[in-house]
């Protein structure tokens, strides 16, 4: 006898469960919608999706489609299930079914009951019950129960209405709805390190307005083509949401810096006007902040000091997701979210970094510096030059 | 024959390799200094802390100095070894000997040969003489040589003037070292957050400046030494460095709050205060920036354009190392750094918290709020009454 087919699968969510009532129903119409975009984005096929008492159901046989819900923000985790009725006889007579089709020869089980809303039986009878019912199925090849260590788990969710059963609870990628946190200006420049830095605020639910500051004649296409490809990474975690990509001519200021200003402060100055454009884009788009993918210490401008510096005058809120990380882990998030090979594609470093730039530098050395050019005007004729990059560049 | 004991325990370090020449003997001495001062801490016996190309090594047998080096900021990895001669019949032989004393019956083994500098043979053929010297030693039990998936790794490390052999690598707790990355304020308040945004840039080798709002009477000393102990567990990863810890009275500051001031901005205007109060300790002392442990989304007034308000005017770098996890990545911290269970002690909650908090404050409303109060005199009188907390309180 083979057992009923998978029919739906159990959405799990965190922390929008702590959330008070009102603000809960809005979340969870947030990751519905996200999550029905996903799945239409990833060609996974369902008929509906519905919630009931913290959880989301998508009424689907499709293991594709657990798949895409993992992939949506605020997803803390996804079971492909088999629906039956909320009773004794039904849910042991269904795990039986599925423990004689995955439980090897001489191999451990253990069911794992969970009952919630008004029955006459308790968690510990369906555990006894489904265990007994399995335990007789398999009998004949010599099964052991294991409830520590099993090797195989069968998940017996009793509810109200109706009972799952189901084997595999995979991990979701956790977080918020994306669009329940305002939008922020992410600053992306193809690196291993910005789009992560992105990714990280969309995973709490923030929406992001990505800019390339395009630094031409001191970078080139492959630069410029690397962050794209970046991009459109984000926006595959995005599908219900079209980016707004903008690129802004940076190569003027770069100019500028080199002509008029010391050599070694042209990071400083180059992430001053990056910030400068960005809380114009934040402005423009009444956006909340700026997202950088600054790390202390990684590379020799990033020092605190540097950072001060950086910011000084320049008076919008700058979120550094990945401040406290090290390499490794943000190697290891890009590598987890897809963009690692983008980032890692052959592209032209630019080319106006200095051979010994300043690791100290001070807020009034650089604004110093900053006196000798036309810091306003370079950064209107920036955002004067700015434009959107159509979608079919990043998709 | 029994093994020759361990004497060395070999200290990698990851990002530092990475830096200049200059910078890096300069961390690789801060490192040496840390450990020293960790191995101190914690009691452990060695007889020196010496370094080679890229490598610390600490003289000891104790088991112990390699716990007390794994906690070090910027420390990667540790093993604790045996030093052998750099030939093959010497590192054979210790090979065999640590084989034969941690192989059991029937196991498989794998050798994982290393070599740098000038030797007559190639690492392979170190992992040859190895794996034949330690066939032979334990013939009699029905090895088996598997260098996938071994049940036993032994690693040999062959250097220019001599060689280790050690089976265990652990995990160090990464980052840059203490004390190389400037110095910051860290807002703690001793809930589960905060000691983990100071923990993560103190991982990136920032020191730290803890400070402690007491908003007595709105707080109590539940919450004042629920702080004291979260700053304690901080102490304890910053062994060779004595925290500068500042309490700062904010109970006048919300008296004002609550008598003049919209109720749902209490929170917002709190937070202003406490960021101003920051940046009154961070001038004085010359800091770079505050920390603090907010995450985006995590409770109703965290929103992005709660943020946006929380900051306007307030032109310091403030950094939210946390904005990006989730509050399951922030607890899984908190408890691997040990925090977490003076954070969850018995304490008051702040009773000045609003049953509605805003949570879309706006820029002008706040100003208008504390145009109501005289926002300069409150901060003058908190900071005047900030004092040093005794190391005894927290030690």
Redesign the interface.
């Known amino acids: 006898m083979s057992r009923p087919p998978n029919d739906v699968i159990i959405v799990r969510y965190?922390?929008i469960a702590l959330?008070?009532r009102n603000?809960r129903d809005r979340y969870e119409k947030t990751l519905m919608s996200n999550i029905t975009s996903m799945l239409d984005a990833m060609g996974a096929s369902y008929d509906s999706v519905s919630r009931d008492w913290g959880r989301i159901y998508i009424h689907t046989a499709d293991p594709a489609a657990a798949q895409a819900a993992a992939r949506v923000f605020g997803v803390v985790s996804v079971s492909l299930a088999i629906t039956c009725e909320p009773t004794l006889e039904s849910v042991s007579s269904v795990a039986a079914d599925v423990g004689q089709e995955i439980i090897g020869e001489g191999q451990s089980f253990g069911i794992r009951p969970r009952r919630t809303g008004n029955h006459d039986f308790s968690s510990r009878e369906v555990g006894i019950a489904c265990g007994d019912a399995v335990w007789q199925r398999i009998e004949h090849q010599g099964p052991s129960v294991d409830l520590t260590n099993p090797d195989v788990e069968i998940f017996v969710e009793v509810r109200q209405n109706h009972a799952f059963v189901y084997t595999d609870v995979v991990n979701g990628v956790?977080?918020?709805p994306l669009g329940?946190?305002?939008?922020?200006v992410a600053l992306v420049s193809g690196g291993i390190d910005s789009p992560v830095?992105a990714w990280?605020?969309m995973?709490?639910?923030?929406e992001i307005i990505p800019v390339y500051v395009n630094n031409d004649p001191f970078s080139d296409e492959t630069n410029r083509q690397r962050a794209l490809e970046c991009i459109r990474v984000l926006q595959t975690w995005a599908p219900g949401y079209s980016l707004k990509v903008y690129e802004v001519p940076g190569g003027e200021a770069q100019v500028s810096f080199l002509s008029d200003c010391q050599r070694r402060y042209t990071c400083v100055l180059c992430r001053r006007m990056m910030y400068r454009i960005a809380a114009g884009i934040m402005e423009k788009e009444r956006a909340?902040?700026i997202i950088t993918g600054a790390?202390?210490?990684?590379v020799?401008s990033q020092?605190?000091?540097n950072?001060?510096a950086e910011?000084?005058?320049i008076?919008v809120?700058?979120?550094?997701?990945?401040?406290?990380?090290?390499?490794?882990?943000i190697v290891d998030i890009a590598r987890n979210i897809g963009s690692y090979d983008a980032s890692t594609r052959p592209a032209t470093c630019c080319t106006a970094v200095p051979e010994k730039p300043a690791t100290s530098a001070k807020c009034g050395d650089v604004c110093g510096e900053e006196a000798k050019i036309d810091v306003e005007e370079l950064l209107r004729t920036a955002l004067s030059g700015a434009k959107i990059v159509e979608p079919s560049e990043y998709s």
Not at 180 to 184: A, D, I, S, V, Y
Not at 295 to 298: A, I, K, R
Not at 317 to 329: A, Q, S
Request: hydrophobic residues 30%; positive net charge.
């Open positions: 965190g922390e959330k008070s603000v956790g977080g918020l329940t946190q305002g939008k922020m830095a990280l605020m995973k709490r639910g923030c909340h902040g790390s202390l210490g990684q020799a020092t605190s000091q950072m001060l910011t000084c005058g008076h809120p700058i979120y550094h997701p990945l401040i406290g990380l090290d390499k490794t882990e």
